[in-house]
């Protein structure tokens, strides 16, 4: 069911609203002019209406039983904020230039996720596009923009998002958005639409007066989670399925990130999430090409990327956090809070081999046993980063990795990370050791509100054993000290960095054994003594060998490598990536003695005989 004011042009829109419990329902105008017109019901609880006078740009509320006017939950723009009234809007008129764009399958995606605010000094969508062919050069496939659904205020990250359909005001609306998809599918990059289906934010809200949007059966952080599973939840979930088709039919979105999806509760016998799953690949089906859903979990369960034939979801990929916290622990020899369960080259090891470290195991963290296996499913499956918005903001300081660690460890980071069989996405900023922080921020409206986000984000933090003193999320020199510092990337250690995220991603897209990675093509050993993992790879004819150290000091090591010659391809620990000079010979054999330097890696390839 198609829902919102959907303009046909000639000043005729039609206008549907669900509203099951209601008795009258009325559009109410009050720009250009000022006009109440009856809605009629249907059998579902669907509020309709067919009129040529609303023009685009034409302001309207929904009057509830004569009493009250709210916007439109489904609404397209929100020109006043979110207590405003809602825009009706004309998606047929920007001109695309992208019919040439097929989209970019999965295994060949290096994504980079960023904030429209603070990825540029305006903080608009428009002001991204001279940046993407740097994006681009670097190697860059895929862009990922945090949430854009309309927010209180002129700053958030993003998941406050009131209006789910409605492109923030701010970021440049409708069309700044769409501008920005056309220039990025100029350049082939793909887009990724951050998407939360979990909740809404806290101010802003009138799902509760149209009809049950909410369940007091499950308790979130947020409150009442969203109604997925009751009484009415058919049209709840025709809500966020026309959500989702919204992004890729209007807007061209070539995948949605589907937010913290253990929070959407759900025990109905077809979960939400493979209904939306299936209504997506039949939407695909219709357009010709594929579209993708990437689900953020911390349950480490496959059954979101197995077959629905099974009682699976078959969404098309999903998060590893283990390997961010595998790998985290090793760099940093942090163990509060979750890391607690992490800290072993075997973890690492694990990750690499399977996706999950916890596939069934107790968890010290969580007190129980956790996840299950996904190692029959293929790497590209699985999306892992040594840096994201969450685990960078979720720290009171908002520290990158690149400040917490030394130089050398920094660039071992990204060795593990783009040399990975999985999805990589690097955070904002990561691919030059950007310093500034990512703290998290708000703009909040309601007295009570901030002071309540101000309370819960340092209790939360608290319970994350998070030391220091924590930023007010309100102010906005919080914000403002989350701007990108892009220059950067063009001196010192910065540009060296850079130089370093390029070759990889070079090598990652030019080495069969990277670019077409298998599970069953791999092999991936660990020292736990001397703190050094290794990892041979293979793809038909081409063998990669990665030896990473997360040793503080020198190492020795046995290569244990299929006979042939072995070429160095790339060595973090060289004088031309600002390293102290390699150990390591260009050229190593079969049983060879070596030495590896501290907190570094080295990257060989088997020459075809």
């Not at 298998?518 to 092999?523: G, I, L, S």
């Amino acid at each position: 069911m198609r829902i919102g004011a959907r303009y046909l042009g000639n000043g005729k829109c039609d206008f549907i609203v669900w509203a099951p419990l209601l008795t009258r329902v009325e559009l109410k105008t009050v720009w250009p002019n000022e006009q109440a017109i009856p809605m009629t019901r249907d059998e579902l609880g669907y509020w309709r209406l067919s009129t040529n006078k609303a023009a685009p740009g034409t302001r309207y509320w929904y009057r509830l039983d004569g009493e009250i006017d709210r916007p439109d939950p489904a609404s397209y723009l929100q020109p006043d904020g979110v207590h405003g009234p809602s825009a009706v809007v004309d998606h047929s008129t920007f001109a695309w230039t992208d019919a040439q764009w097929s989209g970019m399958p999965l295994k060949k995606m290096v994504i980079y996720e960023l904030h429209t605010g603070t990825f540029t000094p305006e903080g608009t969508f428009d002001a991204i596009i001279p940046r993407l062919i740097d994006l681009s050069e670097m190697g860059i496939t895929a862009v990922e923009i945090m949430p854009v659904a309309h927010f209180p205020g002129e700053r958030n990250w993003g998941y406050d998002g009131a209006y789910p359909f409605a492109v923030h005001t701010a970021y440049g609306g409708v069309d700044g958005l769409k501008r920005l998809i056309d220039a990025c599918h100029r350049h082939g990059l793909a887009v990724l639409l951050d998407v939360v289906y979990n909740h809404l934010g806290p101010e802003g809200t009138y799902l509760k007066d149209y009809g049950p949007y909410f369940t007091p059966k499950y308790k979130t952080p947020w409150g009442d989670a969203m109604n997925f599973d009751g009484e009415y939840s058919d049209e709840v979930r025709n809500y966020f399925v026309e959500n989702a088709l919204y992004w890729l039919r209007d807007f061209h979105i070539d995948a949605l990130r589907l937010d913290a999806i253990q929070g959407i509760y759900d025990t109905s016998a077809q979960p939400f999430l493979q209904e939306l799953a299936a209504k997506v690949d039949d939407y695909c089906r219709q357009a010709g090409r594929k579209h993708y859903l990437i689900a953020e979990s911390d349950l480490n369960d496959a059954r979101v990327l197995r077959p629905r034939h099974i009682g699976g979801f078959e969404i098309d990929a999903q998060w590893s956090d283990d390997f961010h916290h595998a790998l985290h622990t090793l760099l940093t020899g942090e163990q509060q809070g979750y890391y607690v369960d992490f800290g072993a080259i075997e973890h690492l090891a694990k990750a690499l081999r399977e996706g999950f470290v916890y596939s069934g195991k107790y968890s010290e963290h969580r007190k129980r046993h956790h996840g299950n296996s996904c190692k029959d499913q293929p790497p590209h499956r699985l999306l892992v980063c040594t840096q994201n918005h969450d685990q960078v903001g979720n720290r009171k300081m908002g520290e990158r990795l690149s400040t917490l660690v030394p130089f050398e460890t920094a660039k071992l980071a990204a060795g593990a990370l783009i040399l990975s069989p999985y999805i990589p996405l690097i955070f904002m900023g990561e691919e030059y050791a950007e310093e500034a922080p990512f703290l998290y921020f708000v703009d909040l409206i309601a007295p009570e509100l901030v002071q309540a986000v101000r309370s819960g984000y340092e209790s939360e933090l608290q319970a994350r054993h998070r030391p220091g003193k924590a930023s007010d999320p309100q102010s906005p020199d919080t914000f403002m000290r989350c701007k990108l510092s892009w220059e950067l990337r063009t001196h010192g250690t910065h540009k060296i960095m850079l130089e370093l995220y390029r070759r990889l991603i070079t090598i990652r897209s030019r080495t069969p054994a990277f670019a077409d990675a298998q599970r069953d093509a791999q092999e991936v050993t660990g020292s736990e003594g001397k703190r050094l993992l290794f990892q041979h790879r293979w793809h038909d004819q081409n063998h990669v060998f990665l030896a990473m150290s997360f040793n503080d000091a020198e190492a020795e090591f046995e290569a244990n490598l299929p006979k042939g010659s072995w070429w160095k391809m790339i060595d973090s620990s060289e004088h031309n990536w600002n390293g102290p000079g390699s150990t390591l010979p260009e050229a190593i054999s079969c049983g060879e003695q070596l030495v590896i330097r501290p907190m570094s890696f080295a990257l060989y390839e088997r020459q075809q005989q």
